[in-house]
């Protein structure tokens, strides 16, 4: 591009030539160049993460705790129920159910995909990465209701099945089927769950990865100011913020309750309605939205997020291009990795 | 004004009279107290942060720890050196030297002042609270350069006046001169340094604290993005963000050096250029600005933050209006908390 323009320039400065349709092109490709150098500042590629690879056998090991029922306390439920992989890591439902008949969680579930390239985890950031995660909703009633520890410990004890994977995934120790194994072997399952899309391809210097729709929506979510909160590589995951900076978000998003955030943990009156700033990779297929999941409508979304957050009303061709773009962001991963490994074994 | 606004109503209602100079003082008292109502729910006072009152024993020796250059490898600095009370808790230098003569900082001072209410310390935010930022600067060679904690300990078990007050503050242990308490205390100390000022007054419903111009630079500075970050009851201190999320930050600075800010310590590509969030409590008074001191006119640096994290240009007049809004977030504490309590005793 930049040999484009000199030769250009040249041209101009050697024989005085002016030729309108070149010098458009080039005003367009400029603009897109610098489209591309901007997004380049504020996002990252997952290429570009240099993340270090985890071990294959405890990434086994971790798959299956990950869909084994036995996680549960009356074996309704396991990890995949909630954060199902073949939809893109959610369960599409405003709050999730939990093994117990009748129990319903109070947040949105988010999607484990990408959740490994966040700075914290739950939506009040409670915890620091996937393995301090994943013990969470394993011990909560209105989860997956393991009474404590030591049931789930002994519970994989008695399989024959775990004594191997364990053995494989954790050799090294004389006892190896503890409650911090099973956590830290989740997590690192969660850290392969890392596809790349064609936003990834645009990072990476491709322009054509991108539509003239998507990257005017690209431009829209730069200029309104949604990057101050989603940046990064996961667009999002690395900060709390206020949910509402400009206006209280229940009237807004309908919710009917109204969640403090971090304050429910904190007891500090700042930190009412700071929730974690979620990553926005897949979003378009993790309705419902917000905490939550007050809001089913993407644009309707995205509506309110310049709405609380920047006190604007985006037009109706910002918030579509807004959406398209998020369409961008899609990225699956392969079959072999989302199947059941129950279902290969039975 | 609620009840006023029923009068005036019931008056309407009643009689359908109407008086044009009733409606517009009601009309600009709406606005004033729509103004208060936002900024209640931005911002907190500091009355509302129901801190827990540090010991006084471990606030009297944490103050002679602040004040005592035997905190230094040669003796040349104390803690006040570089965080003076006398001049809102900096030393308005660029970088401040070290201990060792032609030693220098490589980060621009913040204040002491309300730091105990930020979520983080330090500009790259690696230290918890108060306590834990303390221990920082004394171990490094180009600050305190005390070669380690035992050689602190050791020097200081030597001072009988130390012995009394260690005494005093940790009498329930057996060896109260410990690094962790020289850290903890001064810990304490810092906590008490949060006065209150105007802007507080304005938060607790005095719309009489703040000047026209001081709110209707309030309102710029709600209008125009800077409450993202900025918020909470220390005007900052909550978050890391990027430094220069539309541009790169030391083309508007004419920073002599690019400081990588977090990537530094976490080697993370997404983490290039993200720095805490500075709280602006006292801002009119700590210049120069920004984690390397790089400007030193606010007015200029409130244009620059314009530029950088909202690619606005504000105008002059928000600039100036938002320059005397700060003007009410100075405070000073009372004069015996920042005389050097060695000055008292010689």
Redo the contacts between chains.
């Keep these: 591009m930049k040999k484009q323009l000199l030769i250009l320039g040249l041209c101009g400065l050697l024989f005085g030539c002016k030729n309108n349709s070149e010098e458009k092109t080039t005003q367009k490709d400029d603009g897109e160049y610098e489209l591309l150098e ?1 997004a380049q ?2 996002f ?1 590629p997952i290429s ?3 993340m270090k690879e985890p071990d294959p056998d405890k990434v086994d090991l971790g798959k299956h705790l990950f869909f084994d029922t036995r996680l549960s306390g009356e074996g309704n439920i396991s990890c995949n129920s909630c954060h199902n992989l073949n939809t893109y890591g959610v369960d599409n439902e405003r709050f999730s159910p939990g093994d117990a008949p009748g129990t319903i969680g109070n947040r949105n579930s988010p999607t484990v995909f990408h959740a490994a390239l966040h700075h914290m985890q739950f939506w009040d950031g409670r915890a620091e990465d996937v393995e301090e995660q994943a013990g969470g909703p394993i011990l909560n009633p209105v989860e997956h209701n393991i009474k404590d520890e030591e049931e789930l410990v002994n519970r994989l004890k008695e399989v024959d099945l775990y004594q191997d994977l364990f053995a494989k995934a954790y050799g090294d120790e004389e006892d190896p089927i503890t409650f911090e194994n099973i956590t830290n072997a989740i997590g690192a399952f969660e850290r392969i769950l890392i596809p790349e899309g064609r936003f990834d391809k645009y990072l990476e210097g491709d322009q054509d990865a991108l539509s003239e729709k998507e990257k005017k929506g690209l431009n829209s979510f ?2 309104s ?1 949604c ?3 989603h ?3 996961a667009l999002g995951g ?5 949910f509402g ?2 206006h ?1 978000y229940w009237i807004h998003t309908e919710s009917e309750d109204i969640d403090l955030g971090l304050y429910d943990i904190s007891d ?3 930190d009412k309605y700071f929730f974690k700033v979620p990553g926005l990779r897949n979003i378009v297929h993790t309705a419902p939205y917000f905490h939550d999941g007050s809001v089913d409508d993407l644009a309707e979304t995205v509506r309110i997020m310049g709405k609380l ?3 604007v009303d985006l037009s109706e061709e910002e918030v579509d291009n807004i959406t398209a773009f998020f369409e961008s962001l899609t990225a699956d991963i392969p079959d072999d990795v989302k199947k059941s490994p129950f279902e290969e074994e039975e």
């Design positions: 901007k500042s504020l990252q570009a993460m240099d730069i200029e100011g990057i101050t909160c940046s990064g590589v690395q900060m709390l913020q206020k900076l400009y209280d500090k009156e700042s957050q920047r006190d």
